[in-house]
């Protein structure tokens, strides 16, 4: 669980109002391109695949349906997993991408409504209007993935932090220059997001917001 010393007592949430433009300016935000499986997901008692066999026996009474699934929303993500999700937005105010293989099983309208129910609706209020990294041939390389998006999204070329996992983050760290390596954070097999990947987390974003200051009072000479 989290602990007080470690919890930000002033958030990056609230400068931002100020100092960043407010929500509305995305492009002074850090993306956070955040995986599902191994990360809030530890897939015990259920994954990614419960969730589509609750979706597809969704009937035209598609939310009393899906009420009927109480306990699966209630444990599908690990709950200190989404404490730290949630400090980490209380703190950053990230604009969120899905980097998942989980739009392989569930279109972006099921992805959302997932979030929802099982707490994270802070998400997906924040969710970019690309809300997830283009599908391309399955398997497929995790950075490829992500650099198809930056490439789409060019005001975020400089400003993204990846949370994913050791098994499915594939070409994360392979080939990757240094300077990227302390914003790509991999969590466990089985284990998710953890105070240590918090940490980590918490390290990379700081640092973004340090460059990116640095990088607007450059423009504005």
Request: glycine share 8%; charged share 20%.
């Given at each position: 669980?989290?602990?007080?010393?470690?919890?930000?007592?002033t958030?990056l949430?609230q400068?931002?109002l100020t100092?960043?433009?407010?929500?509305?300016?995305?492009?002074?935000?850090?993306?956070?391109?955040?995986?599902?499986?191994?990360v809030?997901c530890?897939?015990?008692?259920?994954?990614?695949y419960d969730?589509a066999?609750?979706?597809s026996g969704?009937?035209?009474?598609?939310?009393a349906?899906?009420?009927?699934?109480?306990?699966?929303?209630?444990?599908?993500f690990?709950?200190d997993?989404?404490s730290?999700?949630?400090?980490?937005?209380?703190?950053?105010?990230?604009?969120?991408?899905?980097?998942t293989?989980?739009?392989w099983?569930?279109?972006?309208?099921?992805?959302?409504?997932?979030?929802?129910?099982?707490?994270?609706?802070f998400?997906v209020?924040?969710?970019?209007?690309?809300m997830?990294?283009p599908?391309?041939?399955?398997?497929?390389?995790?950075?490829?993935?992500?650099?198809?998006?930056?490439?789409?999204h060019?005001?975020?070329?400089?400003?993204?932090?990846?949370?994913?996992?050791?098994?499915?983050?594939?070409?994360?760290f392979?080939?990757?220059?240094?300077?990227?390596?302390?914003?790509?954070?991999?969590?466990?097999?089985?284990?998710?997001?953890?105070?240590?990947e918090y940490?980590?987390?918490?390290?990379?974003?700081q640092l973004?917001s340090?460059?990116?200051?640095?990088?607007?009072h450059?423009?504005?000479k």
């Amino acid at each position: 669980m989290l602990t007080n010393h470690r919890m930000a007592t002033t958030s990056l949430r609230q400068r931002s109002l100020t100092g960043y433009g407010g929500p509305a300016s995305l492009a002074n935000r850090t993306v956070l391109f955040l995986d599902i499986d191994d990360v809030i997901c530890k897939n015990s008692p259920y994954g990614g695949y419960d969730v589509a066999m609750a979706f597809s026996g969704v009937s035209s009474s598609g939310v009393a349906s899906l009420k009927r699934h109480a306990e699966l929303w209630q444990t599908l993500f690990d709950a200190d997993a989404c404490s730290y999700l949630r400090a980490l937005y209380n703190e950053f105010c990230p604009v969120y991408v899905l980097s998942t293989s989980w739009w392989w099983l569930l279109d972006d309208d099921a992805l959302r409504e997932v979030l929802i129910r099982t707490g994270l609706g802070f998400v997906v209020d924040n969710l970019h209007s690309d809300m997830a990294t283009p599908k391309g041939s399955r398997p497929n390389l995790r950075w490829t993935e992500i650099k198809a998006w930056l490439d789409a999204h060019a005001e975020f070329a400089g400003n993204w932090v990846v949370l994913d996992d050791h098994l499915s983050g594939t070409g994360l760290f392979a080939g990757q220059p240094e300077e990227r390596r302390p914003y790509i954070v991999l969590c466990s097999e089985g284990v998710g997001l953890t105070e240590r990947e918090y940490l980590q987390l918490r390290a990379a974003f700081q640092l973004r917001s340090v460059k990116h200051a640095r990088s607007t009072h450059d423009d504005t000479k």
